[in-house]
């Protein structure tokens, strides 16, 4: 069965910390993996991973794919209040995503 | 970039009633859209995929009869609840997808959907 774990379930954290969360995966027919954060609606998108090794970052914000330990790390640099949300990793598989449960992150002023 | 807009954002109906909630596709042809619900503090459960222009794909315990998807166009899916009941309350998400694409990566604001 497909699945898709995300740790730590919830974390706080003080402003200016740096934060990782950790999302393992074990699915078939893997396309990508996805990385979004919600707040109070609908997930925003932040990042896919679809290589190995290559680290995309946006700002404080950077993700990394190691498939061949089937595993995905987001960090958040210096961290802001503005970053309390929940962050989903997602599996794409050929035909839909799978989500995991998400990490609920709150920083603390 | 792509943009997907649903609505209704929220709903309130009553048991027994249908509610209709529409995703579309605003700059891009979306030949997959996904629908998904989401209960206070869990995560997106995936409902049912849909491709335009044929039958839904419902994830297994999802009630095909009571979930009526339509994918018509290349730009609109519809997601009607029927008959519903408070236990149908709950945070609906469509996400939509354009051919050779990200699968699903571009999503509705949701509809947060009462049943009173």
Redesign the interface.
């Given at each position: 069965e497909d699945k898709v774990v995300q740790s730590p379930l919830s974390l706080v954290v003080h402003e200016g910390d740096t934060v990782t969360l950790n999302c393992s995966y074990e699915v078939t027919n893997f396309?990508?993996l996805?990385w979004y954060k919600q707040e109070k609606?609908?997930?925003?998108?932040l990042f896919?991973l679809t290589s190995s090794g290559i680290e995309k970052k946006s700002g404080r914000l950077s993700s990394i794919l190691d498939k061949k330990e089937l595993f995905s790390i987001l960090n958040i640099t210096a961290t802001q209040t503005g970053d309390s949300a929940v962050y989903?990793c997602?599996v794409?598989?050929d035909?839909?995503?799978?989500?995991?449960?998400?990490t609920?992150l709150h920083i603390l002023p | 970039g792509a943009v997907v807009s649903q609505h209704p954002s929220w709903v309130i109906c009553k048991s027994g009633t249908s509610v209709k909630i529409e995703c579309r596709s605003l700059d891009f042809q979306a030949t997959t859209m996904f629908w998904y619900r989401q209960f206070p503090k869990q995560s997106l459960m995936l409902m049912a995929t849909s491709n335009e222009g044929s039958k839904a794909t419902y994830e297994q315990g999802v009630e095909k009869d009571k979930f009526l998807i339509n994918h018509a166009s290349l730009t609109l899916s519809t997601l009607t609840v029927t008959s519903a009941h408070p236990e149908d309350s709950s945070f609906y998400i469509c996400s939509a997808s354009e051919l050779g694409g990200i699968y699903g990566y571009t999503f509705g604001s949701g509809t947060r959907l009462t049943v009173v």
């Open positions: 396309r990508s996805l609606k609908a997930p925003t998108f896919m989903l997602a794409g598989k035909d839909k995503i799978i989500f995991g449960k998400g609920r | -």
